[in-house]
Structure formats: C-alpha cells, structure tokens
C-alpha cells in the first residue's frame, strides 16, 4: 500500500502563487507516473498535470498550461506543483495520484490511477 499526503493548499488572491506538495510513503514510487487531479462540488475530478517516473515528460490540462509546473523528487518521494497567476477558477479541491502501472504514460482519467491523497483546498479570491 501507498499512502500519499498533499499539503499547501489556501486562500489566495488572484495573481498570486502556491506550491503544493505531496507526500508518499509505504512503498517505493520512483517508479511511476505521479499526477495531479482537481475537483469541485459537483464536477468531475478532472487531469491538471502528470510527470513520468524519471521526470523525462510532462503533461498538462490546457487550463493551466504556461501557468502550473509539475516536478517531483524521487529521492524524497515528494510530488510538486507550482501554481503561479492564479485564477479564481482555479479553486478546487487538488488531489495528487499514482499511476500504478510500469508504462511511460500519463493517463488523464482519474479512474487510471490507484492510489490517491485525501486533497488539499486551494481557494482563489477575485
């Protein structure tokens, strides 16, 4: 089993920055591909990015393309997410995700992934 831990969510102004992390712990994830998921009240959790196991691709929702930035520490276990200009339609519950197969992709359907953290709120004021 895996157990992951996002953190550094909050409430934020337009324009302005966070970074999330995320933490695993229980086995080793170096492995496979680590993706960050968002949810709101009545929508479908939806992809925002993914990285490979070796940091060798990313991707990214068209919505925060330009803006977001994922990276990950296999060293550490720690998954990242660096949200910069953000928007209030960015507020969102965010989850972090492993992909839990040995296969260099980055699925964007949340039912891909096997083990997910319990969410940190990100919420943006106009």
């Known amino acids: 089993q895996v157990q992951l831990v996002e953190s550094g969510g909050g409430l934020v102004q337009a324009g302005d920055s966070l970074r999330l992390s995320c933490a695993a712990s229980?086995?080793?994830?170096?492995?496979?591909?680590w993706s960050w998921f968002r949810q709101t009240p009545g929508k479908e959790r939806e992809f925002v990015a993914g990285?490979?196991?070796?940091?060798?691709?990313?991707d990214y929702a068209d919505a925060v393309k330009g803006r977001f930035t994922i990276s990950r520490d296999n060293a550490q276990s720690m998954l990242y997410l660096e949200l910069n200009d953000l928007k209030p339609e960015d507020t969102a519950v965010y989850y972090c995700?492993?992909?839990?197969?040995?296969?260099?992709?980055?699925?964007?359907?949340?039912?891909?992934?096997?083990?997910w953290g319990q969410g940190t709120q990100v919420t943006v004021s106009s």
């Open positions: 990285i490979t196991w070796n940091s060798g691709r990313t």
């Open positions: 995700a492993l992909y839990w197969k040995l296969i260099v992709a980055i699925p964007i359907m949340p039912n891909e992934y096997v083990y």
């Open positions: 229980g086995r080793p994830v170096n492995s496979y591909t």
